[in-house]
């Protein structure tokens, strides 16, 4: 796995959206956080263009990720936000570049679409927070992403959940927003899950709906030959006038309890302020115990 080099002061990063529109007043808390980490930031030609909902046509954000991508003064490309849209232009990518001059690629959400495919290219990506959030950000959530890209250093600590199974493991982490895993099952997106710890999170989606993709991932053999699943928010669930019966985590777990490995819920990564970064593709130890859940990269 190809693990993207530390950044140093005066580096740029590039700030580009792969989905949803976005206006400079939106970013601009997160624009002042990175300048005082030492960083130049780099617009996209295209990042404050609008289609719809979308920051531009699929041709405008196409080539501002190829842009960021093939500029090797560039050291970290960010995303701006989620959304939806960045399945839109994955399969027009070329990244031969990246493999060559490897580059944080960094966000979370609709970004899982980036972090999967590249997974399968070998290249390690960062789960994390991005602009649009910075303001609201807690300074766990904003340090644990400048510590990685400065340090390379990475340990989340949390209390433990009444659903954790014990143990512990050392492997890469995968995954991401459960809906998108969801919609890249059987694309050349999609992961091989295989002795890997699974992360997942989500937000908004209605209970039947958790069922329904667990229900998926387990018939497409995702979640038989894991080594440990991490479930990170499942923030603002939604239910119908006829209850399900059961919590997101509560399904959730119901789903892997024929299955030996630990997990672990309500870890402090998602669609919340207190949004840790997570480098995927790296080895990394997850200890599950009694009373705390940790993980090292």
Request: glycine share 6%; net charge negative.
């Amino acid at each position: 796995m190809i693990i993207p080099k530390t950044l140093k002061k005066g580096d740029k990063i590039s700030i580009i959206s792969t989905a949803r529109k976005i206006d400079i007043e939106e970013i601009n808390p997160s624009i002042k956080i990175l300048k005082s980490w030492g960083l130049e930031v780099v617009f996209g030609d295209n990042l404050f263009k609008e289609n719809n909902q979308f920051s531009g046509t699929i041709n405008q954000r196409t080539e501002d990720l190829q842009n960021a991508i093939n500029d090797n003064s560039i050291s970290a490309i960010l995303c701006a936000r989620g959304g939806y849209g960045t399945v839109q232009i994955i399969d027009t990518i070329d990244f031969s570049n990246l493999k060559m001059n490897p580059k944080w690629v960094i966000g979370y959400s609709d970004i899982t679409v980036l972090h999967s495919h590249l997974y399968n290219l070998g290249i390690a990506t960062l789960h994390a927070t991005m602009p649009i959030n910075f303001d609201k950000n807690t300074e766990e959530s904003l340090n644990s992403l400048k510590n990685i890209l400065f340090n390379w250093q990475n340990m989340i600590q949390c209390k433990a959940h009444k659903l954790n199974k014990k143990g512990s493991v050392l492997t890469e982490i995968i995954g991401g927003n459960l809906s998108i895993l969801y919609s890249l099952l059987g694309s050349n997106s999609d992961v091989d899950t295989n002795r890997k710890i699974l992360f997942i999170e989500d937000l908004d989606e209605y209970l039947y709906h958790i069922d329904r993709m667990m229900m998926s991932l387990k018939r497409n053999g995702k979640l038989k030959n894991l080594s440990a699943l991490i479930v990170g928010e499942m923030s603002d669930m939604n239910d119908n006038e006829i209850p399900f019966g059961k919590s997101a985590n509560e399904i959730i777990l119901e789903h892997v309890s024929e299955f030996d490995y630990p997990v672990c819920f309500n870890f402090p990564a998602g669609h919340i302020d207190d949004n840790r970064a997570i480098i995927f593709g790296k080895q990394s130890e997850l200890v599950i115990s009694e009373k705390t859940i940790s993980l090292k990269q």
